[in-house]
């Protein structure tokens, strides 16, 4: 079963269109290309009985930890095959394990769009309830001295509001 699942997952990334690498057999990444985060890196394992699916979203938040972590859940009821998850330093993740059994190209297509959605489009709501403060400071920073402030143009609200503004919350 091991090897049809590594050959149907081969099939099925190059299908997707997708860049993938296979650093050693059964275990392939797959770069699924991003607007709001550039690229997500999927880790796809083929193990005996299940595909582990893992992806990293965003390090650990440097403030409001408690709206974030409620953020992660709130979004997991609406996710299929994968979910939020922390490792042990608190960085944010996604992550899932997909019976090998009926796997199909299509359903790893839809798993990968399925990462792809929840890792871009949860990217910018979670800096800026992570890491509200640092967006602020470096945008204070940049302007400052001249700077460009143009991979910053999604948070321009955070600096416009200073330190009233409640994040997350627009």
Same mark, same amino acid.
């Given at each position: 079963?091991?090897?049809?699942?590594?050959?149907?997952?081969?099939?099925?990334?190059?299908?997707?269109?997708?860049?993938?690498? $296979?650093?050693?057999?059964?275990?392939?990444?797959?770069?699924?290309?991003?607007?709001?985060?550039? $690229?997500?890196?999927?880790?796809?394992?083929?193990?005996?009985?299940?595909?582990?699916?893992?992806?990293?979203?965003?390090?650990?938040?440097?403030?409001?930890?408690?709206?974030?972590?409620?953020?992660?859940?709130?979004?997991?009821?609406?996710?299929?095959?994968?979910?939020?998850?922390?490792?042990?330093?608190?960085?944010?993740?996604?992550?899932?394990?997909?019976?090998?059994?009926?796997?199909?190209?299509?359903?790893?297509?839809?798993?990968?769009?399925?990462?792809?959605?929840?890792?871009?489009?949860?990217?910018?709501?979670?800096?800026?309830?992570?890491?509200?403060? $640092?967006?602020?400071?470096?945008?204070?920073?940049?302007?400052?001295?001249?700077?460009?402030?143009?991979?910053?143009?999604?948070?321009?609200?955070?600096?416009?509001?200073?330190?009233?503004?409640?994040?997350?919350?627009?």
């Amino acid at each position: 079963m091991t090897e049809s699942a590594e050959a149907l997952l081969a099939r099925a990334l190059d299908e997707a269109g997708v860049e993938w690498e $296979s650093p050693r057999p059964g275990t392939y990444v797959a770069a699924l290309p991003g607007t709001r985060k550039l $690229s997500t890196a999927c880790s796809l394992v083929v193990g005996d009985h299940t595909l582990s699916v893992n992806a990293f979203v965003v390090r650990r938040p440097d403030e409001n930890h408690e709206a974030v972590y409620r953020w992660l859940l709130e979004r997991n009821l609406r996710l299929a095959d994968v979910a939020f998850a922390l490792d042990r330093l608190g960085d944010i993740y996604l992550a899932g394990r997909i019976p090998l059994d009926g796997l199909t190209a299509a359903h790893v297509d839809q798993v990968l769009g399925t990462v792809l959605d929840a890792a871009d489009g949860s990217f910018n709501p979670l800096l800026e309830l992570g890491f509200a403060t $640092s967006i602020r400071r470096e945008w204070a920073w940049r302007t400052k001295r001249g700077l460009p402030t143009a991979n910053l143009a999604a948070f321009a609200h955070l600096a416009e509001r200073g330190d009233e503004a409640e994040p997350g919350r627009d």
